[in-house]
């Protein structure tokens, strides 16, 4: 497809009815339920893959004192200007108020989490997931339909660990992103982004992590563009950039490596010799966040998700209302076996019933008449208008299953 032919995740979102942006909260998506079939199943994904390798799943308030933004560094850095801040009273009659956030990212408070015990080294690596909804008050000229929101979800981690275990833990990380890049066909490529200007921690401390970082790519043999300047204001960082369908490059995923918030909250771990030691802290994301990655995942489809993504993986289409009672079968059957499947019994002709499906990306078409009805089979057809034939609701079931298990 020509690029000047290609559309962009907005109007996709609308056509296909997943998503949309509304005046009333600006910068912050309502989803549709189609489009909430999206993001649960890409929910559904990042847990596997997390589950897979090891995390625990945790959560986190949403709103916290601005205390612990202070405390991490986050405020001195982002502070009023980057960060939705409000004043409210602990106490019912006005008194005693105090200043509050609504979260900008999760880390400081995984490390409350980390800090509700004493933690022994036996227990390193402590691999914690969150998915978590962030709010950050970007400017009103930036924010562009899920690409830069206010509100976002990020599928966070945070592994503390010990000084001997960032190689194998970072190189791990590795892998999971390229794994779960190629499976949506991304070019990618990687960066390791150095201390900026304004950093928090020592410079030995910098010095130990970039080199840290720098030597696992060595090892894996990844040539990693440079970011200089570009890491977080507590530690460097390998963040992965794609191309889109346009050209456009974006920063999603990213693994980062912190001294300083460990430092800062005081986090220990008592050793083999008993004796108190600082974890080192983790910071991972594999999507970046839920929004902009799938409005580049809409983009890059250009809605025509893949079976396990798609909102409706079959529209049942009967050819006339005496098919009627056989489709509503061939419906339950579907329905039983977890398929993602609708009826279309419009009065309307079979072609605008099959034209419509197409125009929804919709990846099976299971057309019923008469020799269906009798035979107990459909008539299978592509979105791609790939006609399959009269198949055995069986095999159909078994086709998409594997499509949805392979994640074609």
Known sequence: MDQKDLK?????????????????????PFWLPKGMVIFKELEKYIRELTEKAGYLETSTPIMVKSELFKQSGH??????????????????????????????????????LYRFRPRSYRELPLRLSEIGRLHRREKSGEVNGLLRVRQLTMDDAHIYATEDQISDEVSNILDMMVNFYKLFGFEYDFRLATRPETKAGTDEMWDKAEKALSDVLDKKGIKAGDKLGDGAFYG?????????????????????????????????YIDETNTPKRPVMIHRAIFGSFERFIAILTEQYQGTFPTWLSPIQVQIIPIADRHLEYAQNVLEQLKSANIRVALDSRAEKMQAKIRDAQLQKIPYMLIIGDRESSEGKVAVRKRDGNDLGAIEISKIVDLIKSEVESKE
């Not at 962009?8 to 910068?27: R, S, V, Y």
């Open 75 to 112: 405020w001195a850095k982002f502070g009023e200007h980057n960060m939705y801040n409000l004043s409210l009273s602990d106490e019912d009659d006005g008194s005693n108020p105090q200043s509050y956030t609504l979260k900008p990212m999760n880390c400081p408070e995984s490390t409350i």
């Open 8 to 28: 962009d995740h907005k109007q996709i979102g609308q056509e296909l009815e997943l998503f949309f942006t509304d005046n009333i909260a600006p910068g912050a």
């Open 236 to 268: 460097p960082k390998i963040d992965v950039h794609i191309k889109d369908s346009q050209g456009r490059e974006w920063q999603l995923a990213t693994v980062q490596l912190d001294f300083h918030q460990p430092e800062a909250f005081k986090l220990e």
